[in-house]
């Protein structure tokens, strides 16, 4: 069996670290549920504790309190509780708020700010490194290949997945977007072993997308999803990258969601860039030198 890895990020404005691990305890085994209880009834002891205590307080071995870690999506132990302690002590310098009805231009302007901000800080805070090195080394593999790589995206996520496909376009990586629903499906079908998929959504539970998903995961491509934490896409596919924030996106059009996944995007395409090496650099400047005689002087 093919083993999933997961990315976490925050998805309120609380303890969302701790929300994620109770959230995630009735998929564990046995023996991690009971390190991931001890979390939960004491963050900040769990934080500074060795972990032969932590293995002793939850009747388990120290391989298994490492294996949780891991399980949440996190490098270790080390990781873990570094950012366990963070999550416990810090908090994030803004707290949500939803814009009111009577909301002056300022109070907008303020709360669509301190939003888009606390949502990155959150990220950045909890983010873990291993479904991203993943993520980019399957897309970087792919493209070693000459494999496909297809971003699916639905309305504003549609719009990311559009961006996405211009980013790597730019670092010369052959890739395709597309929004409609039929097409993602005929796409998928065609997808196969060394292809590599991603596909984005707010809620994770758009049906066009999951039916792309199972599609294109039988076929044997990779599957990535950038989506909500405990969604149906997320368990889906083989990576999952968190995409988890505080926004009623029930009341508002996705804002936040969508910064969110452009921000994980950029990520995503550093990383490759990176595995690329020195070989984009007369490409990108090639193409700068293309585009000046696109512009008034």
Avoid at 205 to 212: C, E, S
Wanted: aromatic share 6%.
């Amino acid at each position: 069996m093919k083993r999933r890895y997961i990315h976490k990020c925050p998805h309120t404005p609380t303890n969302t670290m701790l929300d994620r691990i109770t959230a995630s305890l009735p998929s564990l085994a046995p023996a991690e549920q009971r390190v991931g209880k001890l979390v939960l009834q004491d963050p900040r002891a769990f934080a500074r504790l060795p972990v032969r205590e932590l293995a002793e307080r939850a009747h388990v071995s120290k391989p298994t309190v490492v294996r949780f870690c891991r399980s949440m999506g996190y490098d270790g132990l080390a990781d873990f509780k570094l950012k366990l302690a963070g999550s416990v002590s810090e908090g994030v310098p803004f707290i949500h708020r939803s814009v009111d009805a009577d909301d002056k231009t300022g109070d907008v302007l303020v709360k669509v700010v301190d939003n888009a901000v606390a949502a990155f800080l959150q990220y950045r805070n909890a983010a873990s490194t291993v479904a991203i090195e993943c993520a980019a080394s399957a897309i970087a593999d792919t493209w070693k290949m000459g494999k496909r790589i297809e971003f699916y995206g639905a309305g504003n996520s549609g719009i990311v997945a559009q961006d996405a496909q211009h980013k790597f376009f730019r670092l010369g990586v052959t890739c395709n977007a597309t929004s409609d629903g039929h097409m993602q499906v005929m796409s998928a079908t065609l997808l196969g072993p060394g292809d590599c998929l991603v596909i984005i959504s707010n809620s994770g539970r758009t049906r066009d997308l999951m039916d792309a998903a199972d599609i294109a995961r039988k076929n044997g491509a990779t599957t990535i999803a950038i989506t909500a934490s405990g969604s149906p896409l997320a368990s889906a596919c083989l990576i999952h990258l968190s995409a988890d924030h505080p926004e009623g996106y029930d009341r508002y059009s996705p804002m936040v969601s969508r910064l969110l996944h452009l921000l994980i995007i950029d990520v995503l395409v550093t990383c490759v860039a990176l595995r690329i090496g020195s070989s984009l650099q007369p490409i990108l400047q090639q193409m700068k030198e293309n585009l000046r005689n696109k512009r008034y002087a």
